[in-house]
């Protein structure tokens, strides 16, 4: 895309609908005792299922550092905004939010804690045992002109108060002002109290009709590569966007499991206002 191609588009007002893919993806973070799956042996087929996605927006989630770097080198055309949990700069996990920039440009981003104390890196409250955050974004579309915020989410799955507490909290920091998307591996599925709150304040599911378990809906599958099962990791989206279409992705590049998860996969347009 030439850079007065990309001008146009962001000062001549909006564009017809554009479809935007998103997605979201737990790549497993590299520190796990995972035997044959360690990362230094998937690394290759993350990177290549992330590319064979084809979106504009990833949210990962239990991203290290090291992780990071790596993946930025083996997908060029993305760029990424996150922090690690633990100190708010480098260490523990991230949720990193990954986007094409020649299709989105990053506006602002922070990171928030789940907790008392938001704004405290390392911070946990609720019961959750281990500090647990959200990676909150703003873009502009390049192709329509239009702004939208995305929120890239990891709850905790031992917590049913952290759950729930943390919806609540998720649910204040969305800006009303503009249309939100929120990925993410809430470890919870559709049944879960703190999933029906985010549906109940206005967020859709895109795989409403998988439930939140059965054939073809898991979405952690424990290095087993099974596809039934329980499906934890979601793509909702508010009553601003249409969702055109949405899957679980199961491809092994290389015959090789990318993660113990699946990813999920959007594809949805931003409504007239």
């Not at 633990?86 to 990171?111: I, N, P, S």
């Not at 055109?244 to 993660?259: K, Q, V, Y």
Request: proline share 6%.
């Amino acid at each position: 895309m030439s850079t007065k191609r990309e001008g146009d588009a962001l000062t001549s007002g909006r564009r017809p609908p554009a479809p935007l893919r998103v997605a979201s993806f737990n790549v497993r973070t590299g520190l796990g005792l995972d035997g044959r799956n360690c990362w230094s042996l998937r690394a290759g087929a993350c990177a290549a299922a992330i590319a064979g996605l084809e979106a504009d927006l990833i949210g990962l989630q239990e991203v290290r550092r090291f992780q990071e770097l790596g993946l930025a080198r083996r997908l060029p055309g993305y760029a990424g905004a996150g922090a690690g949990r633990d100190d708010g700069r480098r260490r523990g996990e991230r949720c990193t939010v990954a986007y094409r920039t020649d299709r989105l440009r990053l506006d602002a981003w922070t990171v928030r804690w789940f907790s008392d104390t938001p704004h405290v890196p390392g911070s946990r409250s609720w019961g959750n045992p281990l500090p647990r955050i959200v990676t909150l974004c703003r873009f502009t579309d390049r192709a329509t002109g239009r702004r939208f915020g995305a929120a890239d989410v990891h709850w905790d799955g031992a917590s049913a108060r952290s759950r729930l507490r943390s919806a609540e909290a998720l649910l204040g920091w969305l800006d009303p002002a503009l249309p939100w998307l929120v990925v993410g591996d809430l470890n919870a599925t559709v049944a879960d109290p703190a999933v029906n709150l985010l549906l109940d304040a206005g967020l859709r599911d895109t795989l409403p009709g998988l439930g939140a378990r059965g054939p073809q809906a898991a979405t952690h599958h424990a290095w087993d590569g099974s596809t039934d099962g329980t499906r934890i990791d979601h793509v909702l989206t508010d009553d601003w966007w249409e969702v055109r279409a949405a899957r679980i992705d199961h491809a092994r590049p290389g015959g090789r499991l990318p993660s113990d998860h699946w990813p999920v996969v959007a594809d949805v347009v931003l409504r007239d206002g």
